[in-house]
């Protein structure tokens, strides 16, 4: 790769093809909401970020994007998020279908109490890509730049490896079935300094071929990432209520150098109060 | 710095005293139940050891001590098992995985069901047996047969394998739910290939302490009438008799020899009670999962 990442970013905003808009969303938990009124594009082949404090919200945005919000029974979205023009959530719109194409990567490990190998043939084999398994395992492993590391003990369980390990693991899985997307939850947050540089090496060979969106604590991390930088804040409501909401999107050197908005400048350089 | 090192030598620190009285009250409780429990083993075993041999296991009861044996008993016992597995396994275990993967906490009928249950695990086994009598004897006419006991001690049961089943569920962690149904799974995949898989040494585990449960009721098959004298072999469909039917039925003889032999019977059940208990400690210290 001769390119650098500037010129790779800006060939790629240059396109500024969405894959997602996002339509004044607002998600409720039990009738309360906990984001509102939240609009952005998620450009293909990029790495959007979303940056912001604890409780504004960023967490819950990213499980709109594959429906796993679905699963908390309390709670509600509304607004739209159109996925190459279609509304995720409309009534006709199964949400297994919806996360076989929209892979996700949790803050905290998650591999299954299963061998290695069975950890990421788990999506093909539930998906009923039978053809190519061990194929398709060792191209996820390569993909995640974990193969090296694994090849000769595939058939352990998959709770012995590093956390580090663990977790590119579980991008091996997210990327075993194909997705188009990859949601990211903090993916590096509970991992040591070294582990993390290598997710994040990681997500730039990633972007070449998947559309990447991401939420971190860390700001440094949103810098080196990202193409595209959301910032959310918490806005306290007469009642005392906290809703996350929408600062500032825009292209990542911009958040970070000449943002717009006073609260994105106070967060981005440490003045947050 | 003298003081110090004088305080930290001879300074005693308030409270020893109460802390060493509430460790030996600690101990005493303990050496209750291990007394008692061990008075009993040390009783039984002395006098039955010589009353276990073939005659026990292989001959039917008789009017003679020393010509009878537990056979029907003991063959009675290992149907009712085998019976009881069949039935309280999966209902139990789909009840479980029901309350546990399905049902919406926030629905009444849901958090009716759960009260119940738990009600359920807490009722006299001789409520059970009337049960039995009224609704399988009688009302269903199943006359007094080994089924229906079998039937009777799974409703028993089943409460304390639901509770089980439930705590084995809940100690699969969500994120391996998330990450299955990330993985575009259905919920039918999620519970099927992950959840059960990891629960299962947990529900193995509980319902083996539920049937050693079970093996040592007497009161319920009393009641619909378990007959304490069968010198032939059981069937499903036949009258029957249980190991702890038979040690009842001989404690109540005049013969001082029956009292011997049952004592005898009563090593049997411990040692059958104990191995189903020790199985299941085991299977759950070599499944035990780490997270």
Redesign the interface.
């Known amino acids: 790769m001769t390119e650098t990442h500037i010129e790779v970013r800006e060939r790629t905003l240059a396109s500024r093809e969405p894959v997602f808009e996002v339509r004044d969303l607002t998600v409720s938990y039990s009738g309360v909401p906990a984001l509102a009124g939240v609009s952005l594009d998620v450009y293909r082949r990029a790495i959007t970020a979303f940056i912001g404090p604890s409780g504004c919200g960023k967490s819950t945005f990213i499980r709109c994007f594959?429906r796993?919000n679905d699963?908390i029974?309390?709670a509600s979205v509304d607004g739209t998020i159109l996925y190459h023009g279609q509304d995720l959530y409309a009534r006709d719109v199964d949400p297994?279908?919806v996360?076989?194409l929209i892979?996700?990567v949790?803050q905290?490990p998650?591999?299954?109490?299963k061998s290695i190998f069975d950890n990421v043939a788990?999506?093909p084999r539930?998906?009923g890509m039978k053809d190519g398994l061990e194929e398709r395992v060792e191209k996820a492993l390569h993909d995640a730049a974990l193969w090296d590391e694994v090849k000769d003990r595939l058939k352990e369980g998959a709770?012995s490896l590093s956390g580090g390990q663990q977790q590119r693991l579980?991008i091996a899985?997210?990327l075993a079935?194909e997705p188009e997307v990859i949601l990211m939850d903090e993916p590096a947050s509970a991992l040591d300094p070294i582990s993390t540089t290598r997710i994040e090496d990681l997500m730039h060979e990633l972007k070449r071929e998947y559309t990447i969106v991401i939420v971190t604590h860390n700001m440094q991390q949103a810098a080196r990432v990202a193409d595209m930088t959301a910032f959310f804040s918490v806005e306290v409501g007469g009642d005392g209520r906290r809703t996350g909401v929408l600062v500032e999107y825009d292209e990542t050197p911009k958040i970070f150098t000449t943002p717009a908005d006073k609260r994105t400048e106070d967060y981005v350089t440490g003045r947050f109060g | 710095m003298k003081e110090v090192v004088i305080e930290l030598r001879e300074g005693r620190p308030r409270g020893r005293v109460p802390g060493r009285l509430f460790l030996a009250y600690l101990l005493l409780s303990v050496a209750v139940g291990l007394v008692l429990l061990g008075w009993l083993l040390v009783d039984v075993v002395g006098r039955g050891f010589a009353w276990v041999d073939a005659t026990l296991f292989f001959d039917p009861p008789s009017a003679d001590p020393q010509l009878a044996g537990a056979r029907p008993a003991i063959l009675g016992t290992l149907y009712l098992m085998g019976l009881l597995v069949a039935f309280t396994v999966p209902i139990g275990v789909g009840t479980a995985i029901y309350l546990e993967e399905y049902a919406?906490?926030?629905r009444w009928y849901n958090r009716l069901l759960e009260v119940n249950i738990q009600n359920l695990a807490a009722v006299p086994s001789i409520v059970y047996g009337i049960l039995g009598l009224a609704f399988l004897v009688r009302g269903l006419g199943l006359g007094e047969v080994l089924l229906a006991g079998a039937f009777i001690l799974g409703l028993l049961v089943l409460p304390t394998i639901v509770i089980a089943g439930r705590e084995a569920i809940r100690a699969v962690?969500g994120?391996?739910?998330?990450?299955?149904?990330?993985?575009?799974?259905?919920q039918w995949?999620v519970v099927g290939?992950?959840v059960l898989p990891?629960a299962a040494p947990g529900i193995a585990t509980g319902t083996i302490l539920a049937l050693s449960r079970a093996i040592g009721e007497t009161a319920p098959l009393l009641m619909i009438g378990a007959l304490t004298y069968v010198p032939f072999d059981p069937t499903i469909l036949g009258e029957f008799t249980a190991l702890p039917v038979q040690i009842y039925n001989w404690t109540r003889q005049p013969q001082e020899d029956f009292k011997l032999l049952a004592a005898g019977a009563i090593i049997v059940l411990l040692v059958l009670l104990l191995a189903m208990n020790a199985f299941a400690i085991w299977l759950r210290n070599r499944y035990q999962?780490?997270?």
């Open positions: 594959n796993m699963l029974p309390s297994v279908a996360r076989r892979g996700m949790f905290k998650n591999p299954f109490p788990f999506g539930v998906l709770l579980c899985r997210a079935v | 919406r906490k926030d962690p994120s391996i739910r998330d990450g299955a149904y990330a993985l575009g799974a259905t995949q290939r992950q990891a999962k780490r997270w």
